[in-house]
């Protein structure tokens, strides 16, 4: 069985920087895609970015140059560097995993994101 056990979460006001991580277990491995989506409120979940096994990553254009996805695999966690945080960033924020074993999608449960002065 696998989990996603999302961390890192708060309230932070524009301009600041917060650190999400994500800490897989079960079968997910380092080759695995892992990534992060949001869902803000009245809106659809989209993809914030993602890492691959191979380390290839990808942004949405709206957080290329503030965000930094990166993973640690000994760990087997993902992590989200946001910096220069606005309010449009508010969001649930959603770790995601793909599993090559069993060619299942993956879920946290969100942490909640609020940029607010």
């Given amino acids: 069985q696998v ?4 961390s890192g979460g708060g309230l932070v006001q524009p301009g600041g920087s917060l650190r999400l991580s994500c800490a897989a277990s079960g079968s997910i491995s380092s080759t695995d895609a892992m990534g992060w989506y949001r869902q ?6 989209e993809l914030v970015a993602y890492v691959t096994g191979g380390g290839s990553t990808r942004y949405a254009d709206s957080v290329k140059g503030r ?7 000994a760990k087997n966690t993902v992590y989200l560097q946001m ?11 959603y770790c995601n995993a793909f599993s090559h074993s069993d060619l299942t999608n993956y879920w946290g449960q969100g942490t909640q994101v609020t940029v607010s002065s």
């Fill in 83 to 93: 910096i220069s945080l606005k309010p449009e960033d508010t969001a649930v924020y």
């Fill in 40 to 45: 803000a409120p009245g809106k659809q979940r």
């Fill in 3 to 6: 989990q996603l056990v999302e």
């Fill in 67 to 73: 965000f930094t996805i990166s993973r640690d695999n």
